[in-house]
């Protein structure tokens, strides 16, 4: 989405912390990659975006925290309520989500009501989105160009960024120069802005000497099932995606099969069940009553996979171009065996928790065929070797000096939990890293330049 606050208008407002080992997976399991940062380093910026953007949990996630979250969770609903009364005794612990979603009034906004339109947009702003952080911007003085569509980064001889290039809705191409320039146009935007920016000098494009600028693309697959119930739940009463379950986050077994978290959907049956039953060919009484059943007693779950870094799954450039003319992403993209292992592994415990809810009338999704969760990570991955990454640890390209990125895509792996969080809190450590270089280099003969 090319707007000001991005794909925060429709996310669901999942704020998760990685877990520590989540950054040591290859020293301790044997996969994957190590982080060039420790989860103590981050420690301080997760607390800082969570304050931020106003977030809502219980210290039982798995992630330790030198502090507590900003605010007490959402009010619990009746159908996870149940939920999880009904799945303890089979030893399943349903853990309320760790949400940028407020409990009650704070930064002047108002306490969630319960509306269940978190996706696509919560009408109240008790949700945090991207919006929020550019108003905030501008009020601290940030010059803010909406329908501005870059196309071209431009190096000078030396390797350093001189200017970007973007279009505005005409079509007119301005150039902004600069000191400092961070790109942050997420995990597919990002590399491919990267990768488009050719010259003579760098006909792979920028930042990447490497060759690794769109490779290790990453998401999280999902598999699921829906049932009907024993007792009525009626989802659709408050949050979207209230809960979960993550005691599969870490474990020995991440050396074989892939970790996962199963995570609760709350969204109301009806819209989902009138098209199946429209479909179906149900019409006029027989509808009414199905829909009634459906609305009332249906369920469904999903797991979220960890994947492993592979330089095969990319982000190239595409042959086609897009309305302004600018070239499009293309994504290469296969799910391997160890992340198959996972999902296979959590169809146990599908079955399992339907027999707890006693459901009946059980629909997996189809074998062999996986949802995405747009948790794009991998792409411009951050490493201490500038052979094999992109970025430094505080998100510099190891090419250009005076080129940062902020995104989900310098993560080098994805863990099990939604990227959004992880990134905000590289990004303020990456800002810490810049101004405390400025600030280390006072030009007291020249007034402060904004960038």
Known sequence: IRQVGGTTWHWAAQAWRVVPNDLRIHSLYGVGVDWPVSYEELDPFYQEAEEIMGVSGLPNTGSPRSKPFPMEP??????????????APGGYEVVGNTTARNSRTYDGRPACCGNNSCQPICPIDAQY????AAADAQAAGAQLIPNAVVYKIEPDPQGRIAAVHYYDPNKTSHRVTGKTFILAANGIE??????????????KGLANSSDMVGRHLMDHPSTSIT????????LGRGPQSPNSINTMRDGAFRSEYSAYRLDFTNISRVL?????????????????????????FEM???????????????????GEKDAMGIPKPEAHYSI??????????SGRDFARIAELMGGTNLRYSKEGSFANNQHITGTMSMGNDPKTSVVDSY????????????????MPTAATCNSTMTGLALALRTVKHILGAVESKPSPNTSASKS
């Open 74 to 87: 959402v009010a619990e609903t009746w159908a996870m309520r149940r939920i999880r009364e009904r799945l």
């Open 300 to 318: 469904s779950l999903k797991n979220v996979l960890e994947v492993l870094p592979h330089p095969e799954n990319r982000i190239t450039i595409s």
């Open 227 to 234: 049932f009907d119930a024993d007792e009525e739940l009626w």
């Open 336 to 345: 391997d065996n160890y992340t198959r292992k996972g999902a296979a592994v």
């Open 272 to 296: 989902g069940a009138t098209q199946a039953l429209i479909d179906a060919g149900v019409y006029g009484i027989e509808l009414e009553k199905r829909l009634r059943h459906s609305a009332a």
């Open 129 to 132: 989105h991207g919006g929020i």
């Open 190 to 203: 990002s590399p491919k802005l990267l990768l488009i920016s050719t010259s003579d000098k760098y006909p």
């Open 395 to 410: 998100g510099r390209t190891h090419d250009h000096e005076n080129l940062f990125i902020a995104s989900t895509g310098i």
